[in-house]
């Protein structure tokens, strides 16, 4: 079992900076990749960004990359997500997730956190 909490949400408004945290624990953590989904209401939860975390090899959506940048502390067993330049359609809820695999398929994904709110401003 791994347990995940994310922190880090909040409001900015366009232009500015957030950073999302991922803590985990729990049994063997280290062998899951992580990932960082999100939700606006209305639609599909969709991936955004996700991290092998033996071999640190990552992977994003299309619409983040250059802006988001996913990375890991191993002392603190987290993963932050690294938001610039955030635009009003980056508003949504930000899950962080736990699966074997570094894939953009939700389904794939086997422990998930609560969520934080992310509100950019226009």
């Known amino acids: 079992q791994v347990q995940l909490v994310e922190s880090g949400g909040g409001l900015v408004q366009a232009g500015g900076s957030l950073r999302l945290s991922c803590t985990a624990s729990?049994?063997?953590?280290?062998?899951?990749?992580r990932g960082w989904f999100r939700q606006a209401p209305g639609k599909e939860r969709e991936f955004v960004a996700a991290?092998?975390?033996?071999?640190?090899?990552?992977a994003y959506a299309d619409s983040v990359k250059g802006r988001f940048t996913i990375y890991r502390d191993n002392a603190k067993n987290t993963v932050y997500l690294q938001m610039n330049s955030l635009k009003p359609e980056d508003t949504a809820v930000y899950y962080c997730?736990?699966?074997?695999?570094?894939?953009?398929?939700?389904?794939?994904?086997?422990?998930w956190g609560q969520g934080t709110q992310v509100t950019v401003s226009s």
């Open positions: 997730a736990a699966g074997l695999l570094v894939t953009p398929t939700r389904q794939a994904y086997d422990y």
């Open positions: 729990g049994r063997a953590f280290s062998r899951y990749a």
């Open positions: 991290l092998d975390w033996s071999s640190s090899s990552t």
